[in-house]
Nanobody, 124 residues
């Protein structure tokens, strides 16, 4: 099992940028896909982005495509989510997730390990 800790959240204005980090410990994440999900108040958790084990394949939710970039640095056991042109509707708790296998997935049940989340609030 891997322990995941997110950081980098905060309160920003619409149009600003944030970079979330997800630091893993306990085992290496390099053989596994990683993902970011988010949950807004009163809503179900939703997929944001995923990256395969090598970093060669990424998938984004339509709502963030072109604004968010997921990346990984296996040597540092860390995954990132660069968020640009933030909108109020991006306000949510953002969760990092460790995959059960190598390949990217939008489905949360394909992820075995979850961080505690980091709050992102975008004001208009």
């Amino acid at each position: 099992q891997v322990h995941l800790v997110e950081s980098g959240g905060g309160l920003v204005q619409a149009g600003d940028s944030l970079r979330l980090s997800c630091a893993a410990s306990g085992r290496t994440i390099s053989p596994y896909a990683m993902g970011w999900f988010r949950q807004a108040p009163g809503k179900e958790r939703e997929f944001v982005a995923t990256i395969n084990w090598s970093g060669s394949g990424v998938v984004y939710a339509d709502s963030v495509k072109g604004r968010f970039t997921i990346s990984r640095e296996n040597a540092k056991n860390t995954v990132y989510l660069q968020m640009n042109s933030l909108k109020p509707e991006d306000t949510a708790v953002y969760y990092c997730a460790g995959g059960r296998g190598r390949y990217s997935s939008r489905r949360d049940h394909d992820y075995a390990d979850w961080g505690q989340g980091t709050q992102v609030t975008v004001s208009s």
